[in-house]
Each structure stands twice: as structure tokens, then as C-alpha cells.
């Protein structure tokens, strides 16, 4: 299948071909179409699935066929650096189109607020939003004319429940006309999730994406080692080879800024990048990674959702995300895009058990490198054999544990 299957208008096609996409991914194949039709659409994907085009191409596409005179599409994302990646495929991809679109989020300058709000009040195709700012821009001074809203897409849907923003949500929707086409894509489907869905979508298609898989091109590779053992580790396994762009998780904002700032002290390209930045320090500190000038970037789980950038070529979990698929969106930082890349976790022995469900949901059994000699000697690696903590722990997804 290529993308002009999708009959799509010139324009577009340019756009693709500047953007370099040859052929869709599998999201793409299936949404696209059903999208173009105009149904309501609940689907399941993650980052890294080509989900953002899945929508933006057929909505594009309709744009180029509007008069582009009213506010066409409404976009929420959860947080603000998916709301500037979202804008920039829309840029990317729309760019022949002559699509306008403005991303509203909070956090920056009155004068970004006074931009924001003067773009939409002049009218623009495409609305890219977080929730808070969405509904300041609705209830403060000059109306925003959402009448002729075709279509509304939540991306992320699951993270925006876990934020908090079912009620922003339900709010925002009291200022759209009811007849629009709805969309939501979330990268897993807990029961809040379906209950959410039934309450805006009518008669939605599905689509199931989300293979819980990482890519194919990703090496997985783990050690174990208590925590006084990490630091050494970390900057044996930052040493050992030469990498363009690394990313660092751990588990907690107070670590980033520690090890950020340890690394920092032995000579490494690193920057923490946590919720107590300024967002201007947040962009910088984004740019300079995308371009290169900083070669390290560490942060906590916020790092892990909707981070796109090329040519990351190891991921390190400094500890072992707790949920599963946490872990997956970590290493899925890597290998993007048909490239292959390397996924390093510390597992001391308290997060045993749960990497030992990481290792169920993905189906693979991880290989444990031996801890350098020097480093002392290592844990075992023993699950199986529940410590306090463990055994109170209810098991995630018991249905697919193999045991
Ligand atoms: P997403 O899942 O939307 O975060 O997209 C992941 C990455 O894949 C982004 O860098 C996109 O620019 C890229 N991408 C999306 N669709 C395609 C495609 N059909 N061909 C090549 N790259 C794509």
C-alpha cells in the first residue's frame, strides 16, 4: 500500500514527500480511511506507531478541500511538548496544504498567551491544545468561534485521565457544537478509558495497535546491581562505547537532578530535564539535544511519552520503570524509525519482580550481563523468590504470566 491509495490531494503528497514517509504504517493503513469517512474512532496505539499522521494526514486532506475560513480541527494532548510535536508534523505534513495551526499551552510568556489567543480569534485550521490553557483561552475575554469544529482528537487519552483532566475534558466539550467527528487515541485501554469513549464517541470504529512489543531493532540488555553499584556502572556503560544521543530514566525528579549534576562534575554532555524547569529552559534544553550540542539527556517518565527524536542510540533505565509499559516507552526512545538502537536496565533487587513482569508482557527473557569485576559482586537475579514487598504486591496482567 502506498499513500496515494488514500486518494489524497496533491498537496499532501508533497507534504509526504518532503517529509520522507515512503509507505504508511500499520496505524496509518488502518485510520486513514475509516478517518477520511468520517466515523468516530477509539483507537489503541503508542508512540512510535506513526499515530500522529494517522490522524493528521486525513484531516489535512480535508482541510485542503475546505475554504479554510473557520477553526476545522481541535487537537488536546496531554503535555505541552506533545502538543509542539504534534504541531510540528502538522507544519511538516501540511505545509503544501497552506494549513495554519497554533499550539495553545501554558507555561509560557504573556506574550506567547496574547499570539496564542489573537491566532485563534483570527481564525485557524487546526487548534493544538492542552486541556488547562484550552479552557482559559475558552472563558477569558473574546469568543472563540468553535461552531464550525469538524473535528476533535484527543491524543494520549490514557495519560490525560492519569493527569487528572477528565473534567477539563468534559469541560471543553460543553463549548463544541455536538455534531463533529471525535477521535481518540491512547496507548492503552484501561476501563476509565472505555468509559470515556462511550461517553463522547458515537459509534466509534476500533483499532488495536498496541502490540506491547518494542521495536524489532532494539538490543535489550540488563544488569544487576545494588544502588551503591550503579553510579560506577552508569558511567561505565555511558563510557564503553561512543554514542550520539543517550537517554537516562530514573525513577524520581530529585535523582535526575542528582545524577545530572554528578555526571555534569566527571565531564559528560548531560542535562536533566525535569518539571521544575522554566519551559523555555525546557525548550533549550530540548533543542540542544535534537541538535546534538548536549549528548545526554536524563529525566523521569515525563521523558518517555511523545519524545521524538532521531538517531537516540541507547536508552538506560537507571531504575526499573514500575509499570510494563512504562518500560516500553522508555526504550522505544531508540531504534525509532527502522533503526536500531540499545536498551540498558539496572535492576537491583527490590525491582526484580518487577522487571520479572516486564520480561511477561513483552515475552522475551532479557539477557543479564555480568557486573564488571571491579564494581564488586552483583545480586542475583531470583523473582521468583518473593520478598516482603513482592508478596503484598497484587501481580500485573495475571493472565499473561506464563507461571
Ligand atoms: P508517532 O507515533 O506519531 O510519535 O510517530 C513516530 C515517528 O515516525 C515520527 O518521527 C514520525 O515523523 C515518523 N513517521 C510517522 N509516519 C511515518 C511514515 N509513514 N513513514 C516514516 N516515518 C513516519
Not at 511538516?92 to 499570539?115: E, K, P, R, T
Not at 461552531?147 to 493527569?163: F, G, Q, V
Not at 524509525?337 to 525491582?351: E, L, R, S, V, Y
Not at 508482557?361 to 552483583?378: D, F, N, R, S
Request: with cysteine; aromatic share 6%.
Amino acid at each position: 500500500m502506498t499513500f496515494k491509495d488514500f486518494d489524497f490531494e496533491p498537496q499532501l503528497l508533497d507534504g509526504l514527500e518532503a517529509m520522507g514517509y515512503d509507505k504508511p504504517t500499520p496505524i496509518q493503513e488502518q485510520a486513514i480511511p475509516l478517518i477520511l469517512q468520517n466515523k468516530d474512532l477509539i483507537a489503541c496505539a503508542q508512540t512510535g506507531t506513526g499515530k500522529t499522521a494517522a490522524y493528521v494526514l486525513p484531516i489535512l486532506d480535508k482541510i485542503a478541500k475546505s475554504d479554510h475560513r473557520h477553526i476545522n480541527t481541535l487537537i488536546i494532548a496531554p503535555t505541552r511538548e506533545l502538543a509542539q510535536q504534534i504541531d510540528q508534523q502538522v507544519d511538516g505534513l501540511g505545509y503544501f496544504v497552506g494549513a495554519s495551526s497554533i499550539s495553545v499551552y501554558g507555561g509560557g510568556s504573556g506574550q506567547a498567551w496574547d499570539q496564542q489567543k489573537k491566532a485563534i480569534e483570527e481564525g485557524t485550521d487546526i487548534i493544538i491544545a492542552t486541556p488547562g490553557r484550552l479552557i482559559a483561552m475558552f472563558t477569558s475575554a473574546g469568543a472563540v468561534d468553535m461552531s464550525h469544529l469538524k473535528h476533535l482528537i484527543l491524543d494520549e487519552a490514557d495519560r490525560m485521565l492519569d493527569m487528572g483532566f477528565n473534567d477539563d475534558i468534559m469541560r471543553i466539550l460543553t463549548f463544541l457544537p455536538a455534531t463533529r467527528q471525535t477521535l481518540m487515541f491512547s496507548a492503552t485501554m484501561p476501563p476509565k478509558i472505555r468509559t470515556l469513549a462511550k461517553a463522547i464517541l458515537k459509534n466509534p470504529e476500533q483499532i488495536n495497535i498496541a502490540i506491547s512489543k518494542p521495536a524489532e531493532g532494539i538490543l535489550q540488555l540488563a544488569y544487576m546491581a545494588y544502588d551503591t553499584q550503579k553510579l560506577a556502572l552508569l558511567k561505565h556503560v555511558l563510557t564503553e562505547k561512543e554514542h550520539d544521543s543517550v537517554i537516562i530514566f530514573a525513577s524520581t525528579k530529585e535523582k535526575v537532578k542528582d545524577l545530572g549534576r554528578e555526571l555534569q562534575r566527571s565531564g559528560f554532555s548531560i542535562k536533566a530535564f525535569h518539571s521544575d524547569l522554566e519551559q523555555n529552559e525546557r525548550e533549550d534544553i530540548m533543542r540542544a539535544f535534537k541538535n546534538k550540542e548536549v549528548k545526554i539527556l536524563m529525566g523521569t517518565d515525563i521523558l518517555s511519552r511523545g519524545i521524538d527524536v532521531d538517531g537516540i542510540s541507547l536508552v538506560v533505565n537507571y531504575d526499573v520503570p514500575p509499570d510494563p509499559e512504562d518500560y516500553i516507552h522508555r526504550i522505544g526512545r531508540t531504534a525509532r524509525a527502522d533503526k536500531t538502537g540499545t536498551a540498558i536496565t539496572f535492576i537491583n533487587p527490590k525491582d526484580q519482580r518487577s522487571f520479572f513482569d516486564i520480561e511477561n508482557l513483552i515475552g522475551v527473557e532479557i539477557t543479564k550481563l555480568p557486573l564488571l569485576e571491579k564494581l564488586g559482586e552483583a545480586p542475583l537475579y531470583q523473582p521468583q523468590i518473593k520478598t516482603k514487598k513482592s508478596f503484598e504486591k497484587k501481580p500485573f496482567h495475571p493472565k499473561r504470566r506464563k507461571k
